[in-house]
C-alpha cells in the first residue's frame, strides 16, 4: 500500500469540502479565511476612528460648520461599528468560558 502525501491528502479534503486547496502551483489557491485576531483588530480600529471622525462633525456642528443629518449619519455609524465590537467581545469571552469549563 502505497503512503498518501499529507499536502494530497489536505487538498482531497480541501476539495470535497468546497474550501479549495494548498500546495504547490498547479493545485487549486487555498481560500484564506481572516483570523479571528485580523478581524477584531479591524472592527476596533475601524471603531475608533468613526468615534474620532463623530467627534470631529459634532464640534463642527457646535460652531456652525456642519449640519444635524451629517451628525445624526456619524452617531449612526459609531452606533453600528460600535455593536459589532461589544459582539465580538461577547464572542470572544463565550469561547474564553467554554475553554475554562474544558478538563484537561
Known amino acids: 500500500m502505497a503512503l498518501m502525501n499529507p499536502i494530497a491528502g489536505i487538498n482531497s479534503y480541501q476539495k ?3 474550501m479549495g486547496g494548498i500546495g504547490p502551483a498547479g ?3 487555498a481560500i484564506a479565511a481572516p483570523a479571528f485576531e485580523e478581524v477584531l483588530k479591524k ?6 476612528e468613526a ?10 456642528y ?8 451629517q ?3 456619524g452617531a449612526a455609524e ?7 465590537a461589544v459582539a465580538l467581545r461577547d464572542k470572544l469571552t463565550a469561547l474564553i468560558q467554554e475553554l475554562e469549563k474544558m478538563q484537561i
Do not use: F, N, P, Y
Not at 459609531?78 to 459589532?84: G, N
Open 51 to 60: 468615534a474620532r471622525e463623530h467627534e470631529a462633525l459634532a464640534i463642527q
Open 71 to 73: 451628525v445624526v449619519r
Open 16 to 18: 470535497i469540502m468546497g
Open 78 to 84: 459609531l452606533d453600528v461599528k460600535a455593536s459589532t
Open 43 to 48: 472592527t476596533l480600529t475601524q471603531t475608533a
Open 62 to 69: 457646535t460652531i456652525g460648520e456642519a449640519d444635524m443629518a
Open 27 to 29: 493545485s487549486e489557491a
